[in-house]
């Protein structure tokens, strides 16, 4: 899943902050990091709220009396948080909240390959999204027709 993670991720955001100067480019990279860190690891660390706010609170410390990078760079933790959102990642308790509940790692599968085929029509869904997202981003800055 890829193009779902980083379409949600966006267009949330586009929608809450509605600032047309927002730097998506970090908040897609925190939209896949959870998939991309625990599917090969077998881990289900990226998949806690707990590394989320670890990572906030990182962010957030780096970069005190420093608005302008920390406005890019919280752009990686809010998509690690929505990625936990739309994954459903919080059905899964054992992971969602680990390490308060245990140190051990769950074995469990990840919740995108739990979804099997359903993956393909939500990838469809956002690869969409991101598209009309792009035209209409486009359209609103006068890029169309150049």
């Known amino acids: 899943m890829f193009f779902w ?3 949600t991720a966006i267009l949330t955001i586009a929608w809450v902050f509605r600032d047309p100067r927002f730097d998506f480019r970090l908040l897609a990279v925190g939209a896949v990091l959870p998939d991309i860190v625990d599917w090969p690891t077998g881990w289900r660390l990226m998949h806690s709220v707990v590394t989320s706010i670890a990572v906030l609170a990182v962010v957030m410390l780096l970069t005190l009396g420093r608005k302008p990078i920390r406005k890019v760079l919280l752009g ?3 998509g690690m948080f929505l ?3 739309f994954d459903g990642a919080f059905t899964a308790t054992e992971s969602f909240w680990w390490p308060i509940g245990g140190w051990s790692f769950v074995d469990a599968p990840l919740p995108v390959a739990s ?7 939500l990838e469809i869904v956002g690869a969409f999204a991101l598209w009309r997202w792009w035209v209409a981003r486009a359209a609103s800055r006068g890029e169309v027709g150049r």
């Open 76 to 78: 990686l933790p809010i």
């Open 115 to 121: 979804r099997g085929w359903w993956n393909l029509p």
């Open 5 to 7: 993670f980083i379409a």
């Open 83 to 85: 990625h936990l959102v």
